[in-house]
């Protein structure tokens, strides 16, 4: 079937509403310039009647954060019988609440740090500062405090002293209700892609990420100039085959279909952990995908295409079983 028409879904309501602009509108612009036609859409209660009544042939959300990535809009896309880009909805579920997919990824042998997951009521009703310090008595310092489930580094922190503990899980608990607190791997932190199209997933080439900072926070993300990223990473062929094996192996642990990216961190031994994965990739400039993409030789659009052709191919497979 020849492809004519694709939506592109960007924005939404998340706290990441601009990141998700600027990646649709990339993708978008790979996609005309692949000779498809694509009609850029919001999130919005015209969405649903607009595509019942012109379906496109395929649908590519690219929604960052909760709703986006939490299998919601994959699960209304399903329900409608649309064909789309990405992970199923219970696949984006498991991928976006970063202790769940600690636990699979761990299962599958892969390494991630030690870690602790709190409700904000837990601090409330055993007291915060006793649970903070049976946190300190049992991870240690330094500490990674995250939102459970949040992207884009929103209200993460490393904790490198005690007292800048409570501090760091305000800001956790701003972006959810929940906060995963976990051990601090120093180390090179790498983000790989993870591409799945006619010979299954492959890793595409690791990037190296170099913040500023030291700390890939939001800032570092999306600020120009903040970050350098180099591609392929500096790393000795045996840990980048690793770091490959490691991406992989989430992906296919966590059922997850067409494009990841895991983030992980090469500790000064060479080890190689796993932080969390993003089934929603960015794809804005600042973003490690399209530079991995470029890396690999291949072209943003002409990898679009596929996976379109790909979702259409699944949907119509779903169809003539449905029949």
Same mark, same amino acid.
Do not use: Q
């Given at each position: 079937?020849?492809?004519?028409?694709?939506? @592109?879904?960007?924005?939404?309501?998340?706290?990441?509403?601009?990141?998700? *602009?600027?990646?649709?509108?990339?993708?978008?612009?790979?996609?005309?310039?692949?000779?498809?036609?694509?009609? /850029?859409?919001?999130?919005?209660?015209?969405?649903?009647?607009?595509?019942?009544?012109?379906?496109?042939?395929?649908?590519?959300?690219?929604?960052?954060?909760?709703?986006?990535?939490?299998?919601?809009?994959?699960?209304?896309?399903?329900?409608?019988?649309?064909?789309?880009?990405?992970?199923?909805?219970?696949?984006?579920?498991?991928?976006?609440?970063?202790?769940?997919? +600690?636990?699979?990824?761990?299962?599958?042998?892969?390494?991630?740090?030690?870690?602790?997951?709190?409700?904000?009521?837990?601090?409330?009703?055993?007291?915060?500062? !006793?649970?903070?310090? !049976?946190?300190?008595?049992?991870?240690?310092?330094?500490?990674?405090?995250?939102?459970? +489930?949040?992207?884009?580094?929103?209200?993460?922190?490393?904790?490198?002293?005690?007292?800048? *503990?409570?501090?760091?899980?305000?800001?956790?608990?701003?972006?959810?209700?929940?906060? *995963?607190?976990?051990?601090?791997?120093?180390?090179?932190?790498?983000?790989?892609? @993870?591409?799945? *199209?006619?010979?299954?997933?492959?890793?595409?080439?690791?990037?190296?990420?170099?913040?500023?900072?030291?700390?890939?926070?939001?800032?570092?993300?999306?600020?120009?100039?903040?970050?350098?990223?180099?591609?392929?990473?500096?790393?000795?062929?045996?840990?980048?085959? /690793?770091?490959?094996?490691?991406?992989?192996?989430?992906?296919?642990?966590?059922?997850?279909?067409?494009?990841?990216?895991?983030?992980?961190?090469?500790?000064?031994?060479?080890?190689?952990?796993?932080?969390?994965?993003?089934?929603?990739?960015?794809?804005? /400039?600042?973003?490690? @995908?399209?530079?991995?993409?470029?890396?690999?030789?291949?072209?943003?659009?002409?990898?679009?295409?596929?996976?379109?052709?790909?979702?259409?191919?699944?949907?119509?497979?779903?169809?003539?079983?449905? !029949?």
């Amino acid at each position: 079937m020849a492809i004519e028409r694709v939506v @592109v879904l960007a924005g939404g309501l998340s706290h990441e509403r601009d990141v998700s *602009l600027r990646s649709g509108r990339r993708v978008a612009e790979a996609l005309r310039h692949a000779g498809i036609i694509v009609e /850029e859409r919001d999130v919005d209660s015209a969405l649903v009647p607009d595509l019942l009544a012109d379906p496109p042939h395929c649908v590519l959300p690219v929604l960052h954060g909760d709703s986006g990535e939490d299998g919601a809009i994959r699960e209304v896309l399903s329900l409608l019988d649309v064909p789309y880009v990405g992970s199923t909805p219970d696949a984006c579920r498991a991928a976006f609440d970063k202790p769940v997919a +600690k636990s699979v990824v761990r299962r599958a042998g892969i390494n991630t740090p030690d870690s602790v997951t709190l409700p904000h009521e837990t601090f409330r009703e055993l007291g915060a500062g !006793a649970v903070m310090d !049976a946190m300190v008595s049992h991870l240690g310092l330094p500490l990674m405090v995250k939102p459970a +489930k949040a992207g884009s580094a929103l209200g993460c922190s490393v904790v490198r002293e005690r007292a800048e *503990l409570p501090g760091a899980m305000v800001s956790a608990f701003a972006y959810g209700d929940t906060a *995963l607190i976990e051990s601090f791997i120093e180390g090179v932190e790498v983000a790989v892609p @993870v591409l799945a *199209l006619e010979r299954g997933p492959a890793a595409l080439p690791a990037v190296e990420i170099r913040a500023d900072g030291g700390v890939y926070d939001y800032t570092a993300r999306y600020t120009a100039g903040s970050t350098e990223f180099v591609v392929p990473a500096e790393l000795s062929d045996e840990v980048a085959a /690793e770091c490959a094996r490691v991406a992989v192996l989430a992906h296919e642990a966590l059922g997850l279909t067409d494009l990841s990216r895991s983030d992980l961190i090469v500790d000064r031994a060479g080890r190689v952990w796993f932080l969390e994965v993003n089934v929603a990739p960015g794809m804005t /400039e600042t973003s490690t @995908v399209p530079l991995s993409l470029t890396a690999a030789g291949l072209d943003m659009g002409e990898v679009c295409v596929a996976l379109v052709e790909r979702a259409v191919d699944r949907g119509a497979s779903a169809g003539d079983a449905r !029949a």
